[in-house]
């Protein structure tokens, strides 16, 4: 068994008992006194997570927080105080730690630690960071270990691909293929060919017979991407061959038998789909076993910085963002979620001059702080305030990359890192809230015009 490794920074309250078991338990204990030497350890080795007193002699815990946030994979960070504060607590968790805990650390308090720290996977898992990204990815570590079919939901750029491979590296399938199949990238008339396979002289310009994605997936994980979009006349096919673990090539009568593991996803609510009549009821229910949901990621500000470390890391190069990056990157409010993310590290580092990656290099717009007027019947909770401000900063950056694109749809999309169908719908919720995309557009494209 792989050993968890754990680094103690300054004075932790460590019992003693602990101390004495570590060698007979399942991970490894690394002690040292200050900042500076904790994170040459964190440069040198692979540390799942880090302990840190609140008192530490080379720099102040929420300087300690973002040092340990710069390095990828980032581990898990804790901090740990004798006189616990309120405010000292929100502050840390704010900054990015994982938890901040009082008194003396026991062992069942680190194995409890340890247990809810599902970080980075080795083999390019998910980031996961926040609560909820750990809780869903403990959940898909739980049943990769089955055969079960999986519903993975969320909006466009979240990771259900990525959560889709993560389960398949985890279960007893992970020596075999993993094919994935966008079924919303193929027109329908050849998603079925693509599905099934075929066998020769099926239709025209079937010159030889081909596999379909269910018999290349054999033995293995087949993913299918945005199930939502498959057409009612594929549907039932589909259902079939869930339910008979069998499929027939086209043009063929022969059954082929399938011992495959099925992982579905959309962006959009199958639910509701199914109440509309365009989504077959039964295969809903065939598909939505096991459903795990990916949230937006304005919804868990966890995982903003450990992803975009993690994206500028990826890249090789020695650059590190400022401390007012780093807070812009977390008001922002990602419509585009992580793939919105990735690109916009990967704009940053054209831009960046030196080894600071500035605000600037992100090409992010300022948030707006001017207060929101707008009567209500009831007063509002914080949340719904959240969530309203949220919603508000990202449909002014949707206009604002749209204008800067001159109304070119496809464009807009790519720089928000969504797809096109998903900025369509986005543009009509705008829309229905008064808002004339197109003379906004018209008036941009003028003002631009040489007088």
């Known amino acids: 068994m792989t050993k968890h490794s754990v680094l103690m920074v300054g004075e932790t309250g460590f019992d003693s008992p602990v101390s004495q078991r570590l060698t007979t338990l399942p991970f490894t204990l690394e002690k040292v006194v200050d900042c500076l030497s904790a994170i040459k350890v964190i440069q040198q080795k692979k540390i799942d997570l880090v302990i840190a007193s609140d008192q530490l002699p080379d720099a102040t815990t929420l300087e300690f927080i973002q040092q340990v946030g710069r390095h990828n994979p980032t581990p898990a960070l804790v901090i740990a105080s004798p006189d616990a504060c309120v405010e000292d607590a929100v502050a840390a968790i704010h900054a990015g730690a994982s938890d901040f805990i009082a008194g003396n650390i026991t062992l069942e308090r680190l194995n409890t630690l340890l247990e809810q720290q599902p970080v980075a996977d080795e083999g390019g898992g998910p980031i996961a960071a926040s609560d909820a990204s ?66 020769k002289g099926a239709f025209t310009g079937a010159y030889t017979s081909r596999p379909g994605k269910f018999e ?27 339910q008979e673990r069998e499929v027939e090539r086209i043009g063929s009568h022969q059954s082929i038998r399938l011992n495959i593991r099925i992982i579905a996803a959309t ?48 890249t090789g190069r020695n650059l590190h963002f400022s401390p007012a990056t780093e807070q812009m990157l977390l008001n922002h409010g990602w419509p585009g979620n992580a793939r919105e993310l990735e690109n916009v590290v990967q704009r940053a580092l054209v831009l960046a001059t030196g080894n600071s990656i500035q605000p600037e290099a992100l090409m992010l717009p300022e948030p707006n702080t001017q207060p929101d007027t707008t009567a209500n019947t009831r007063q509002p909770s914080r949340s719904d305030k959240l969530h309203k401000r949220s919603r508000t900063l990202e449909q002014e950056h949707i206009i604002s990359t749209l204008l800067l694109h001159k109304g070119h749809r496809t464009r807009t999309a790519e720089t928000l890192g969504i797809t096109t169908r998903t900025l369509r719908n986005k543009l009509a919720d705008i829309r229905r809230q008064g808002i004339d995309i197109e003379a906004l557009i018209a008036q941009s494209k003028t003002s631009d015009e040489p007088r």
């Open 134 to 199: 750990r809780s869903l990815l403990a959940m898909a570590r739980q049943v990769a270990g089955t055969d079960t079919t999986v519903l993975i939901t969320g909006n466009s750029g979240t990771g259900k691909e990525v959560l889709a491979r993560f389960i398949h590296q985890h279960s007893p399938r992970k020596a075999q293929t993993f094919i994935a199949l966008n079924c919303a990238a193929i027109p329908e008339n050849l998603l079925e060919a693509e599905l099934f396979g075929y066998v």
């Open 216 to 242: 290349l997936a054999n033995e293995g994980t087949l993913f299918l991407d945005e199930i939502g979009e498959i057409a009612g006349s594929l549907q039932a096919k589909l259902l079939r061959v869930l």
């Open 267 to 314: 962006n959009q609510d199958l639910a509701r789909q199914v109440s509309e009549g365009t989504f077959r009821e039964d295969l809903f229910y065939r598909l939505n076993v096991f459903p795990l949901h990916c949230l937006p990621l304005r919804e868990r500000r966890g995982d903003i910085l450990p992803l975009a470390h993690h994206f500028l890391a990826r």
